[in-house]
């Protein structure tokens, strides 16, 4: 009898030390990924995007038998675009297993969640939270192309179009805005003249005054959101010439569904650095489209959705090739054993094609290395009548 009681109480012992350690592994029959986004709210075209196409890639994998046999769970929050939500969306997603994790699909959101993320040791990709300072741990990583980045991929775009000079409408008192433009001048070529028009949030419901400060220019860069840039074209129309071209980065995203702007009706040219072509012929980018269309539609077609698809991919490939390696990746793999098998393959050269990019690799520092590409949304036009 004593000897049955020693047992029983080395039984308690063990697993009380499993309830007090974070450490320890916890039976569980799927390996799960969490993400935290818009699903309602302003930004909600972005984060259902995300929310659909992880999905749709969980579901391809695990219909292919997952990895090793082991199927994919994905955990999505409603974070309203709104970093004060992030913290209990965390928590929630922690208590339901999250070993790995998309982040935030915005930078504000993302911001907190790095915070919590680095005090687990929880790895994350995010699909399209693109500020600078997202990956500054060492758990935190981008498919998207960080805001600096775009500036600079950006300016080389614009210094291959043999331009003598350029407009440039930006957004003074918004780090994303103005990060991209800091940058986009810095890497500029000197001997493009350029000729500027800001704005506050303050002052961004009529653009009278910065129209008629670029009216002469036939190339527009414009690192803003599509919020104001939609405004500025509607203004803009009759006043900008009909061959111009309106240039932004992955603000612009999302832009032809803008609420009350008929992009039918600018004459001008609206394009956009990207690392998605939605309109793509051929490729892992074509398939995404065809599929991701297929099941959800045309409405929440966006870079957020496929960078988010990739992210799936990507660490499913990674995950894989751990495995290869001789490493345990399974559904009790814990957060912080995960992080670590993840680090070594994403910072030890794996690389990933997928809807947005081939040979996409990563640098220590988080930040993505693909090749970005100048999407068109919509040529010049004429307006209908």
């Given amino acids: 009898m004593k000897k049955l009681f020693a047992i ?52 391809e994998i695990n219909e292919k038998g997952g990895l090793n046999g082991i199927k994919f769970e994905l955990i999505v929050t409603d974070d309203q675009h709104d970093a004060n939500k992030v913290s209990t969306n965390y928590a929630n997603m922690m208590d339901k297993g999250m070993q790995v994790s998309l982040g935030c699909v915005t930078s504000a959101p993302c911001l907190e969640f790095a915070k919590y993320s680095k005090e687990d040791n929880l790895f994350f990709l995010t699909p399209s939270a693109s500020a600078d300072a997202v990956p500054t741990d060492a758990n935190a990583y981008q498919m998207c192309f960080a805001d600096g980045n775009q500036g600079a991929v950006a300016a080389d775009y614009v210094n291959g179009l043999g331009l003598s000079s350029i407009g440039i409408f930006y957004l003074t008192d918004d780090p994303y805005s103005k990060g991209i433009y800091d940058q986009f001048k810095a890497n500029l070529d000197e001997g493009i003249e350029t000729v500027e028009a800001t704005f506050t949030k303050a002052t961004s419901s009529d653009f009278t005054q910065q129209i008629e ?173």
Avoid at 221 to 249: E, R
């Fill in 213 to 385: 400060t670029l009216k002469d220019c036939t190339f527009i860069f414009m690192p803003i959101y599509y919020t104001p840039a939609s405004l500025f074209m509607t203004q803009a129309k009759d006043k900008i010439a009909a061959t111009a071209t309106y240039y932004g980065c992955d603000g612009f995203d999302g832009i032809e569904s803008a609420e009350g702007f008929d992009i039918n009706a600018i004459p001008q040219k609206i394009s956009m650095l990207s690392h998605f072509n939605s309109k793509a012929t051929e490729g892992k980018a074509k398939e995404f489209v065809d599929k991701y269309v297929a099941k959800y539609g045309k409405d929440t077609l966006n870079q957020f959705g496929a960078a988010a698809y990739d992210c799936v991919y990507a660490l499913f490939g990674a995950m894989t090739k751990a495995i290869e390696a001789g490493k345990t990746v399974d559904a009790n793999t814990t957060a912080t054993e995960m992080c670590e098998i993840l680090k070594e393959q994403f910072n030890g050269g794996y690389t990933f094609d997928g809807a947005t990019g081939t040979g996409i690799k990563w640098k220590s520092t988080g930040f993505v290395d693909k090749t970005a590409i100048a999407y068109e949304i919509k040529p010049n036009t004429t307006p209908a009548a």
């Fill in 8 to 59: 029983a109480l080395a039984v308690l012992m063990i697993a009380g030390s499993c309830m007090a350690f974070a450490s320890c592994k916890k039976d569980g029959e799927t390996i799960k990924i969490g993400v935290s986004g818009p699903l309602t709210g302003d930004a909600a075209v972005y984060g259902v995007a995300v929310k659909n196409a992880a999905q749709m890639a969980v579901d």
